[in-house]
C-alpha cells in the first residue's frame, strides 16, 4: 500500500485517481463481445461462456426443475440468513414507497405524479470469482416492489455449468423465474439486443468487473438504460487516534478481497494509526483465503496522513468512494457533511459488511468516482415517475394567458392555438 504523508493540493487528483482509469483496452474488448452477441444470439452466448468462464454449456435456461432443487442444496443456516436479509432489504425498500399528493398550482389545474414499475429489468449478479446471491436480493427486492413484469437475471455458470443454489433461492424468494447462466459483457449484451432466449429488457441493472461496467456503459447507445457504472468495489475509511486500528485494517481488507481491480484508501490525522493499521493489514491478509487477490487490490491503494479531519473530509468528498466509513470521534458531526458517497458507515460498530448483505440498504452503488452524480440502486431506479395534470375550463381560463404569451414569445404559434381553440378566442 502506497504511504502518502501530509500532501499538498496539486497530489489529490494522483490520490483520488482510480487503478483502472484507462479502460481503452477494456472497451475494445467489450465492443467486439457486444457485436459478437448482437449477431450470434445464444450460440455466441455459448462460445463466450467457454471462452471467459471455460463451460461448455448446453443451454442457456436454468430450469424449473434446478430452481426447485436449489432449496434443498442449501445449509439451513445460510437459507435462514437469506430470508433475513431479506427481510431487512424490503422494509429498507418499501419505506421508499411513498405516494406523492396531487397538487392544484392554480385553482382548476390539478398535477400528480405516479410510479409505474418499468415492465421488463435485467439484473446482473456477478460469479466470476464469487458468487454475489447478496446482488440478487439487493436487485430482486426492488424490482419485486416495483411490480416490474419480466425480470431477467443473467449469471455466470460455475465450472460445472450450473448457477449456485443461493443465487437461485434467492431469485425465488424474489420473485424471479427467468434465470439465464451467461455472464461478463455477453450478459450485458444479450439483456440490451436479446438473443433467442433472454428477452430485450428496458433497462440493465447490476454490478461487476470492468468488462461489465464497460458492457453497461456501450451498450446504452442502443436506447437501453442502466442503472449506472457500479464496478470494481471501493472503499474510503475516514479513521482518527480513536480509532481501533484492527478495526480499520479489517474494513479495508473487505473490500480489497473483491477483485485485484478494487481500490481502498485511508485518511486519519493520526501517525501512529496509520502505523498500527499497516501491521493490521499485514496480520489480518494472511489469514484470509483470498490473500492474493486482496493483495493486489492493496498494491494499488493509499494510506494518507492528513493535517486535521476537516482535510480528510475534502479529500474524501473529492474522492466519492462507493462505500465512506467514519471510524472517528463525533463520526455522525462528520457525516452531515459528506456530500460525495455511495454509503456512509458511521461509528465503529457499524463496518461495510452489514450493508453488503443485511441491515437493508443497497449494496449497488456507484464506483469510480461516480457518487458525485449518481445515487446507488433504490426502489425509483425501478419505476419512472410519470406525471399527469388535469384542468378544468375555469383552471384553463386562468393559465391561457401566461401559456399563449410564453409560447408566442417563442415563436410557436401552434401551441398558443391550443389554448385558443379550447376558449373561443382563436385568432
Ligand atoms: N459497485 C458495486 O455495487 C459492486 C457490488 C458487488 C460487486 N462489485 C464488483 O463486481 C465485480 C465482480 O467481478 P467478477 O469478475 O468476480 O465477476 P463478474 O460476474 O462481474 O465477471 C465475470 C465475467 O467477466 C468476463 N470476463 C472475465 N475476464 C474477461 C476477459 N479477459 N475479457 C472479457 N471478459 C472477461 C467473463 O464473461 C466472466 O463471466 C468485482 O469487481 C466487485 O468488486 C461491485
Ligand atoms: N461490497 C460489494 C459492493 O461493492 C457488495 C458485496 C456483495 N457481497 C459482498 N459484498
Ligand atoms: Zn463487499
Known amino acids: ?60 435456461a436454468v430450469t424449473s426443475g434446478e430452481m426447485a432443487a436449489a432449496e434443498d442444496l442449501l445449509a439451513p443456516e445460510l437459507k435462514e440468513a437469506i430470508d433475513a436479509a431479506y427481510r431487512n432489504i424490503r422494509v429498507f425498500h418499501a419505506a421508499q414507497e ?28 456477478p460469479g466470476g470469482t464469487a458468487p454475489l446471491f447478496s446482488t440478487v436480493l439487493m436487485l430482486g427486492v426492488p424490482a419485486q416492489l416495483a411490480g416490474c413484469s419480466i425480470v431477467v437475471l443473467c449469471t455466470p455458470p460455475m465450472k460445472d455449468g450450473s448457477v449456485h443454489p443461493a443465487i437461485l433461492y434467492a431469485a425465488r424468494l424474489c420473485g424471479i423465474s427467468l434465470v439465464y447462466k451467461s455472464g ?5 449484451a444479450a439483456m440490451a439486443y436479446g438473443t433467442e432466449s433472454i428477452a430485450a429488457v428496458h433497462k440493465i441493472f447490476g454490478p461487476g468487473n470492468q468488462y461489465v461496467t464497460a458492457a453497461k456503459q456501450l ?67 494472511e489469514l484470509l483465503p483470498r490473500a492474493s487477490v486482496a493483495g493486489k487490490a492493496l498494491e494499488k491503494s493509499r494510506s494518507v496522513l492528513v493535517r486535521d479531519l476537516d482535510e480528510a473530509l475534502a479529500l474524501a468528498n473529492a474522492y466519492a468512494a462507493e462505500h465512506l466509513i467514519l471510524q472517528c470521534k463525533d463520526a455522525e458531526t462528520l457525516a452531515g457533511r459528506v456530500i460525495n458517497a455511495g454509503s456512509v458507515f458511521i461509528g465503529p460498530y457499524s463496518p461495510e459488511s452489514v450493508g453488503d448483505y443485511a441491515s437493508g440498504t443497497n449494496h449497488t ?40 404569451t ?16 379550447r376558449l373561443g378566442s382563436s385568432k
Open 98 to 125: 411513498k405516494a406523492e399528493e396531487a397538487v392544484e398550482t392554480l385553482p382548476g389545474v390539478r398535477c400528480w405524479r405516479k410510479s409505474i414499475g418499468i415492465e421488463r429489468v435485467g439484473l446482473y449478479v
Open 406 to 421: 410564453m409560447a408566442e414569445a417563442e415563436g410557436l404559434q401552434a401551441h398558443a392555438e391550443a389554448v385558443r381553440v
Open 219 to 285: 451498450v446504452q447507445q442502443s436506447g437501453v438504460a442502466i442503472d449506472m457504472p457500479a464496478g470494481p468495489s471501493e472503499v474510503c475509511v475516514i479513521a482518527d487516534e480513536s480509532a481501533n486500528a484492527a478495526f480499520v485494517a479489517a474494513d479495508l481488507l473487505s473490500q480489497a478481497e473483491h477483485g485485484p481491480d478494487s481500490q481502498v484508501l485511508l485518511l486519519t490525522d493520526s501517525a501512529p494509526l496509520l502505523e498500527g493499521v499497516q501491521q493490521e493489514l499485514r496480520r489480518q491478509l
Open 365 to 404: 452503488l456507484p464506483t469510480n468516482g461516480f457518487a458525485r452524480a449518481y445515487s446507488g440502486v433504490s426502489l425509483d431506479s425501478f419505476v419512472k415517475k410519470v406525471s399527469f395534470q388535469q384542468l378544468t375550463r375555469a383552471g384553463l381560463e386562468s393559465i391561457a394567458g401566461t401559456v399563449t
Open 184 to 188: 461478463g459483457a455477453g450478459a450485458v
Open 1 to 60: 500500500m502506497e504511504i502518502i504523508k501530509y500532501p499538498d493540493r496539486s497530489q489529490w487528483k494522483g490520490i483520488t485517481e482510480r487503478p483502472y482509469s484507462d479502460n481503452r483496452a477494456v472497451l475494445d474488448t467489450v465492443a467486439s463481445v457486444l457485436e459478437e452477441v448482437r449477431s450470434g444470439g445464444d450460440a455466441a452466448l455459448i462460445t463466450l461462456a467457454a471462452r471467459f468462464d471455460g463451460v461448455a454449456l448446453q443451454s442457456l
